[in-house]
């Protein structure tokens, strides 16, 4: 069970540092960014939906373990002001 999670997790973090890189870019070098707005807005709420789910997924697991949950509110906030700024 839990190796199948590290697998999962895995796999999450890498289809979330793909989206991540060209938001950050846009973010701090949006004169740069060759993203239109509608595939600006896709990625964002595309990588927002999968930290959620990863948090989410994470906070199932812990409660397996008898651990306390992460917020998942404060994290996403995290993520946004890292990486979306909006």
Known sequence: MGYDFALDDKWRLGELDRLQSPLYS????PMKSS???TKLQELKE???SMVKE???LTNS???EMDLDPLDVDELLQNFQNAYIGD
């Open 26 to 29: 846009h973010k701090h070098h």
């Open 35 to 37: 993203l239109s707005e």
């Open 46 to 48: 595309k990588a927002l």
């Open 54 to 56: 990863r948090y989410e």
């Open 61 to 63: 697991r812990r409660k």
